[in-house]
């Protein structure tokens, strides 16, 4: 399994608790139970095998000029990076797409024999959970998050530890 893309997961009131939870400056490394990353945690786990352990985190971000192409977890050469530790990723777009201009989630997936083109994720993404796998040794998903402009993309990442 590469990645999993769980459609309409958030409903508005859970996206208007994340704007809320920016709003009191709880936007990166918050707690675990509060509501709807309690929600989110639930879900992916019926999925794949993460841990909450000390270096699990979630981040609320708003990233104008992008990110790059990267693996979480692991350097493009496969060597361990600053988040090592991670195993598995999950994101959310949490802005309408139609509040920004570009701001499109792409990846590279091996499943995809003879793509000669990255795929995107960008209308789909709103309210919707990818899950992904992070880390060296758990095939990681090769991605990026293309700039954007004309307003705010926030997004919703979750970083995890995987089961022992």
Same mark, same amino acid.
């Given at each position: 399994m590469r990645r999993i893309l769980l459609p309409n997961v958030l409903s508005e009131t859970m996206i208007e608790e994340c704007r809320i939870h920016l709003e009191e400056g709880i936007h990166r490394g918050g707690p675990w139970d509060v509501y709807p990353i309690d929600h989110l945690v639930e879900v992916i786990r019926e999925h794949v095998p993460i841990? *909450?352990?000390?270096?699990s985190y979630w981040n609320l971000e708003c990233m104008s000029k992008g990110h790059d192409w990267h693996y979480d977890g692991c350097e493009l050469d496969f060597e361990?990076?600053?988040?090592a530790w991670c195993?598995?990723?999950a994101v959310t777009l949490l802005s309408p797409p139609d509040e920004f201009e570009g701001g499109e989630f792409q990846f590279w997936d091996d499943d995809d024999e003879g793509s000669n083109a990255p795929q995107s994720l960008r209308e789909?993404?709103?309210?919707? *959970?990818l899950i992904y796998p992070s880390g060296a040794d758990n095939d990681p998903?090769?991605?990026?998050?293309t700039p954007h402009t004309n307003g705010e993309r926030w997004m919703l990442l979750m970083f995890f530890e995987g089961e022992d």
């Amino acid at each position: 399994m590469r990645r999993i893309l769980l459609p309409n997961v958030l409903s508005e009131t859970m996206i208007e608790e994340c704007r809320i939870h920016l709003e009191e400056g709880i936007h990166r490394g918050g707690p675990w139970d509060v509501y709807p990353i309690d929600h989110l945690v639930e879900v992916i786990r019926e999925h794949v095998p993460i841990k *909450l352990g000390r270096k699990s985190y979630w981040n609320l971000e708003c990233m104008s000029k992008g990110h790059d192409w990267h693996y979480d977890g692991c350097e493009l050469d496969f060597e361990p990076n600053h988040m090592a530790w991670c195993q598995w990723s999950a994101v959310t777009l949490l802005s309408p797409p139609d509040e920004f201009e570009g701001g499109e989630f792409q990846f590279w997936d091996d499943d995809d024999e003879g793509s000669n083109a990255p795929q995107s994720l960008r209308e789909e993404l709103y309210r919707s *959970l990818l899950i992904y796998p992070s880390g060296a040794d758990n095939d990681p998903l090769l991605h990026q998050a293309t700039p954007h402009t004309n307003g705010e993309r926030w997004m919703l990442l979750m970083f995890f530890e995987g089961e022992d």
